[in-house]
């Protein structure tokens, strides 16, 4: 049974780093036939996908984003975490971490969600 | 602005199909797999479709996708009320080495 938990702080400052942990369990990062990828979800807007690494450490950042972003993973601990630079109240969501299996599945598991509100 | 163009809404009684269409391009839909999210209010996305026409276990028979060229479409037949929530496209888009998603479509049950 696959399962995903998002961690972090519920609030930031402006131009602070965002830490963000995924827990997951029911599976192993690492092969790259696996990956978990991060989406966000401002309040009453759309999904946008942020970045994904699979299990041989390959990476991959949303263009409009890259340069704030860093995607890693500690296999010992079944983690996944993403630190996203500079934030401000826009970057206000609902982070969501989940379990893909690279065209095949798409995010076929999800974490419930983490609020993170930008605010002074 | 999404990548992927839905429709912001579309609604329909019970029992009822409806049929929400996901447009793309050669470097999304036209070359790679499509999609489906279902979210409920208050709750986290759900897988509903993969690989374009796959229902995960225990997704409904109601609930079908295809593709055809650069877009895609989410056929929902026999409508109930729980079906009312945001439905989403997305896809890989080999120009932005990323996933892509559609701006989602709020699906209202009459």
């Known amino acids: 049974q696959i399962t995903l938990k998002e961690s972090g702080p519920t609030l930031v400052k402006p131009t602070q780093t965002l830490t963000l942990t995924c827990t997951f369990s029911g599976f192993s990062l690492s092969t790259s036939r696996v990956g978990v990828g991060w989406i966000r979800q401002p309040p009453g807007k759309a999904l946008e996908w942020l970045a994904l690494i699979y299990g041989n450490d390959e990476k991959r950042y949303s263009p409009s984003l890259k340069s704030r972003l860093t995607i890693s993973k500690d296999t010992s601990k079944n983690q996944v975490v993403l630190t996203m630079t500079n934030m401000d109240p826009v970057d206000t969501a609902t982070y969501y971490c989940a379990h893909d299996v690279p065209g095949l599945t798409g995010f076929d598991y999800w974490g419930q969600g983490s609020l993170v509100t930008v605010s002074s | 602005q999404s990548v992927l163009t839905q429709p912001p809404s579309v609604s329909g009684t019970p029992g009822q199909r409806v049929t929400i269409y996901c447009s793309g391009s050669s470097s999304n839909i036209g070359s790679n797999n499509v999609y489906w999210y279902q979210q409920l209010p208050g709750t986290a996305p759900k897988l509903l479709i993969y690989?374009?026409?796959q229902r995960p276990s225990g997704v409904p028979d109601r609930f079908s996708g295809s593709k055809s060229g650069t877009s895609a479409s989410l056929a929902i037949s026999g409508l109930r009320s729980e079906d009312e929530a945001d439905y989403y496209c997305a896809a890989w888009d080999d120009s932005l080495s990323g996933v892509v998603f559609g701006g989602g479509t709020k699906l209202t049950v009459l």
């Open positions: 690989t374009n026409n």
